[in-house]
């Protein structure tokens, strides 16, 4: 199975600022068909997970352009040009390749 | 307005049987990969189970294999775990998403349903 490290575990964030989450497995997600299939879901508090990014650095439909997704092989990263208030959650990676899918263990978002 | 709604969560014994069915609507549900994700109470997520909309192909967590069972209906445009022999490492909320394996995301997903596996 592809293991998927994501890292902070925690992320304390001010208003305004950026931030960035990474996240790395444990062999390559690029497929032959030349995609590179990994994907960025968000949970806010007590809701649903929801997509974010897919193929490494596509955002989904409504999703704010302050989310960007970037990488290659092995390593990947989130960053928001400019946290708000509604951005609080958890953050997690997951790697669409091959079953089992898997994901990271999340990465909390927190205004300081 | 694309929508997924699952039921048939509950209390079960350990040993015991549910089956969960997800409700779609809003989109070509046969079209479409399909999978079940849960999360344990303080958790992160995990990935359950997968079908091809395709071909109906079906895939599986380790965790799973060989006591849980995922169907659809594309008659009904309804999705079902059927889940035998379940363990207290079960209890979970389970999400139904629309995307599976692939170069189809996981972009729609339901409230999830609550199991509970508990004597």
């Known amino acids: 199975d592809i293991v998927i490290t994501q890292s902070p575990l925690s992320l304390p964030v001010t208003p305004g600022e950026p931030a960035s989450i990474s996240c790395r497995s444990s062999?390559?997600?690029?497929?032959?068909?030349?995609?590179?299939?990994l994907d960025w879901y968000m949970q806010k508090p007590g809701q649903s997970p929801q997509l974010l990014i897919f193929?490494?650095?596509n955002r989904a439909s409504g999703v704010p352009d302050r989310f960007s997704g970037s990488g290659s092989g092995t390593d990947f990263t989130l960053k928001i040009s400019r946290v708000e208030a509604e951005d609080v959650g958890v953050y997690y990676c997951m790697q669409a390749l091959q079953t089992p899918l898997t994901f990271g263990g999340g990465t909390k978002v927190e205004i300081k | 307005e694309v929508q997924l709604l699952e039921s048939g969560g509950g209390l079960v014994q350990p040993g015991g049987s549910l089956r969960l069915s997800c409700a779609a609507s809003g989109f070509t549900f046969s079209s479409y990969g399909m999978s079940w994700v849960r999360q344990a109470p303080g958790k992160g997520l995990e990935w359950v189970s997968g079908?091809?909309?395709?071909?109906?192909?079906?895939y599986y967590a380790d965790s799973v294999k060989g006591r849980f069972t995922i169907s659809r209906d594309n008659s009904k445009n309804t999705l079902y775990l059927q889940m035998n022999s379940l363990r207290v490492e079960d209890m979970a909320v389970y999400y139904c998403?629309?995307?599976?394996?692939?170069?189809?995301?996981?972009?729609?997903w339901g409230k999830g349903t609550t199991v509970t596996v508990s004597s």
């Open positions: 079908i091809r909309g395709s071909d109906g192909s079906t």
């Open positions: 062999q390559s997600l690029l497929h032959a068909d030349g995609y590179t299939y």
């Open positions: 193929m490494a650095s």
């Open positions: 998403a629309k995307g599976t394996v692939g170069a189809t995301p996981m972009d729609v």
